[in-house]
């Protein structure tokens, strides 16, 4: 014969909740019926191990669709009411049943209930000003980023197109005047681009601070010691090597994090933006290289930059130590920027194979 086990309720102006005291209950059933709950489970209970069960004949009209969620030491069952309102009891009869109590741990009176609906209000009201707040300066942020990547996009196609073209016009004796035709729009784009390491620092894009560092201090170091400061250099065919390079990677790269802005993919993009960088980069930084190396002599001939010491020690100190350091700490850059991008390649790649999958 079932039993009864022991029920606490509450209520709040939408809803009653009923707390069947039944420990690891199975095979629960609950429906409503005619406006009366009906409930059954197997459990411990009051009685030990049984079957229980009880039913509930409302005091006004309840939706059929009931929800219940049963845990270790309870089932907790959920009645949405027909009409919002307050009711004066729970069932139809005035006399409660002996297994019926109220469930004093979400016991409101009815004021209460009113005050935490307007809690409730209040609160969402705080999440949806905040949400307005962060999408306004989620919007102000990629407008910035978006303009951002378009005009260094800009710039570098520029580079890209007129160095193509003069070389396809021009032939060889392009690669002697690189300087004089680019090196303006590459100083632009250059300088520029130390907003990269301030966007990183400062939480606008998702990267570590350390990879735009090197690239920005490597390329402006080339571009303005190397060759801004070094008239000889201008006319070397290396220039136009190391600004090709450059803007090769470029081109795939804004346009790709230009996209980003908006949560959107041209696949083929993606894959060159994280492909073409593996040959180019390290011929980048060899080009690089070569300049340093060409610039070597100059610095030595010219004295330009050189360290002045005590008397004692000598006259002064070539700026070209530093330089051979430099070319030490150029390939150790070499080497963060290639494991970062690898890394980048590889986790961007697997996430698209896994969610293919």
Same mark, same amino acid.
């Given at each position: 014969?079932?039993?009864?086990?022991?029920?606490?309720?509450?209520?709040?102006?939408?809803?009653?909740?009923?707390?069947?005291?039944?420990?690891?209950?199975?095979?629960?059933?609950?429906?409503?019926?005619?406006?009366?709950?009906?409930?059954?489970?197997?459990?411990?209970?009051?009685?030990?191990?049984?079957?229980?069960?009880?039913?509930?004949?409302?005091?006004?009209?309840?939706?059929?669709?009931?929800?219940?969620?049963?845990?270790?030491?309870?089932?907790?069952?959920?009645?949405?009411?027909?009409?919002?309102?307050?009711?004066?009891?729970?069932?139809?009869?005035?006399?409660?049943?002996?297994?019926?109590?109220?469930?004093?741990?979400?016991?409101?009176?009815?004021?209460?209930?009113?005050?935490?609906?307007?809690?409730?209000?209040?609160?969402?009201?705080?999440?949806?000003?905040?949400?307005?707040?962060?999408?306004?300066?989620?919007?102000?942020?990629?407008?910035?980023?978006?303009?951002?990547? *378009?005009?260094?996009?800009? %710039?570098?196609?520029?580079?890209?197109? &007129?160095?193509? +073209?003069?070389? @396809?016009? /021009?032939?060889?004796?392009?690669?002697?005047?690189?300087?004089?035709?680019?090196?303006?729009?590459?100083?632009?784009?250059?300088?520029?681009?130390?907003?990269?390491?301030?966007?990183?620092?400062?939480?606008?894009?998702?990267?570590?601070?350390?990879?735009?560092?090197?690239?920005?201090?490597?390329?402006?170091?080339? *571009?303005?010691?190397?060759? %801004?400061?070094?008239?000889?250099?201008? &006319?070397?065919? +290396?220039?136009? @090597?190391? /600004?090709?390079?450059?803007?090769?990677?470029?081109?795939?790269?804004?346009?790709?994090?230009?996209?980003?802005?908006?949560?959107?993919?041209?696949?083929?993009?993606?894959?060159?933006?994280?492909?073409?960088?593996?040959?180019?980069?390290?011929?980048?930084?060899?080009?690089?290289?070569?300049?340093?190396?060409?610039?070597?002599?100059?610095?030595?001939?010219?004295?330009?930059?050189?360290?002045?010491?005590?008397?004692?020690?000598?006259?002064?100190?070539?700026?070209?130590?530093?330089?051979?350091?430099?070319?030490?700490?150029?390939?150790?850059?070499?080497?963060?920027?290639?494991?970062?991008?690898?890394?980048?390649?590889?986790?961007?790649?697997?996430?698209?194979?896994?969610?293919?999958?």
């Amino acid at each position: 014969m079932a039993l009864t086990p022991l029920v606490y309720w509450a209520q709040r102006h939408e809803d009653i909740y009923l707390r069947v005291e039944l420990t690891d209950a199975q095979n629960i059933a609950v429906c409503v019926h005619e406006n009366t709950l009906q409930f059954r489970a197997q459990g411990r209970g009051a009685k030990g191990q049984n079957d229980y069960e009880f039913s509930l004949a409302f005091l006004l009209p309840v939706k059929p669709e009931v929800s219940y969620k049963s845990t270790q030491r309870q089932v907790n069952v959920t009645v949405r009411k027909e009409q919002r309102g307050w009711w004066e009891r729970l069932i139809v009869q005035e006399r409660k049943p002996v297994f019926l109590a109220p469930d004093f741990d979400r016991w409101l009176d009815e004021s209460d209930a009113e005050m935490e609906i307007r809690q409730k209000e209040e609160k969402k009201n705080r999440v949806r000003a905040s949400r307005h707040k962060e999408e306004g300066f989620v919007s102000l942020k990629t407008g910035y980023l978006f303009v951002y990547n *378009l005009v260094q996009f800009l %710039g570098f196609s520029w580079i890209f197109i &007129n160095m193509t +073209v003069r070389l @396809f016009i /021009f032939g060889q004796d392009s690669l002697y005047d690189t300087f004089h035709t680019i090196s303006d729009v590459m100083f632009f784009c250059q300088i520029l681009a130390t907003v990269e390491v301030l966007n990183a620092a400062f939480g606008a894009v998702r990267t570590g601070i350390i990879p735009p560092l090197i690239q920005v201090v490597g390329r402006n170091f080339i *571009l303005f010691i190397i060759f %801004g400061s070094l008239e000889e250099m201008h &006319n070397r065919p +290396v220039v136009f @090597f190391v /600004f090709y390079l450059w803007s090769t990677i470029e081109i795939f790269r804004y346009p790709f994090y230009m996209l980003g802005c908006f949560n959107t993919e041209w696949k083929t993009l993606t894959w060159l933006r994280y492909t073409v960088w593996i040959p180019l980069y390290p011929l980048g930084v060899l080009a690089e290289a070569v300049a340093v190396i060409q610039s070597i002599p100059i610095f030595d001939e010219t004295k330009l930059f050189s360290i002045p010491l005590p008397k004692s020690i000598g006259s002064s100190a070539s700026f070209s130590y530093i330089l051979h350091i430099y070319l030490i700490l150029m390939f150790l850059g070499l080497f963060i920027n290639f494991r970062h991008l690898y890394k980048q390649r590889k986790r961007r790649f697997q996430t698209k194979k896994r969610k293919a999958n």
